[in-house]
């Protein structure tokens, strides 16, 4: 099971004090784990303490003083009495712009915590290397609970990747849900023709410089079409996401 480090943890938590100015570090360590919901190792229980290690990483940020104006200066770190409050800074919210569309892609569409942890493995390296990264969100009509600010441009990334994964999935001119077999053509005539909603199974980033269409072509390959009482299925429990192939075992039981 993937682990999160302390520096994958700095998106994120700039992320929550940015909407919750003033937040203490309890709060932040709480609402992290709501957010990211760990899982595996780092759900363990440090020794003689109540601290997991996941929130032994959040206050490590304050510890290695990783966000304050001490350190990179993303954030204003003030202590009063046992607790300490956090506030972003100007240069923090410079910092979380840039990568404010994959951290909130991360966090809203529901992925499994490794996968989370990869994604944000990748947001990291990207940081460290200045490279732009470029998001695909998933149908939107899942995500009405989500932050979501979609450009022209989002929205016809996303609909060209959309289009070729229905290429790429069709047989004979019919595209058909991989959970239930639903096929919209079939029930509604033309009017359903071609119509499906695309499922991500993992985060996918496109970072800059890399051919769109080199990235579409191994893109579709973590899609799966979905009728769209499937995929609200799948998205109904935020907390604990359903897989495709689960959501396919409970239809067959």
Not at 34 to 44: F, N, Q, T, W, Y
Not at 81 to 92: D, R, S
Not at 166 to 194: L, N, V
Request: charged share 30%; glycine share 8%.
């Amino acid at each position: 099971m993937s682990r999160i480090s302390e520096q994958e943890l700095v998106i994120p938590a700039l992320r929550i004090i940015d909407e919750n100015p003033g937040i203490s570090t309890s709060d932040l360590i709480s609402k992290l784990t709501d957010e990211l919901r760990p899982a595996g190792e780092d759900l363990e229980i440090l020794g003689g303490r109540s601290d997991t290690k996941f929130s032994q990483k959040v206050r490590n940020l304050v510890a290695h003083k990783t966000l304050d104006q001490r350190g990179p200066g993303y954030t204003e770190y003030k202590k009063s009495g046992a607790n300490g409050y956090h506030w972003i800074t100007p240069k923090g919210l410079v910092f979380l712009r840039a990568f404010r569309d994959p951290i909130d892609y991360l966090i809203e569409h529901g992925f499994e915590y490794a996968d989370i942890v990869d994604g944000l493995e990748q947001t990291s390296e990207a940081t460290r290397a200045h490279r732009e990264i470029i998001v695909y969100p998933e149908d939107l009509q899942v995500s009405e609970g989500a932050r979501r600010r979609v450009t022209a441009t989002v929205f016809e990334r996303s609909r060209r990747l959309r289009e070729a994964a229905i290429q790429h999935y069709s047989r004979d001119g019919s595209i058909t849900c991989e959970a239930c077999g639903f096929d919209f053509a079939e029930q509604y005539g033309e009017i359903g023709e071609g119509f499906i909603e695309m499922h991500h199974r993992k985060p996918l980033f496109q970072y800059g410089g890399q051919e769109t269409s080199d990235f579409i072509k191994e893109a579709i390959k973590d899609l799966a079409p979905l009728c769209s009482n499937c995929h609200r299925m799948i998205h109904r429990n935020r907390a604990s996401p359903l897989t495709v192939d689960e959501l396919r075992d409970r239809l067959h039981s």
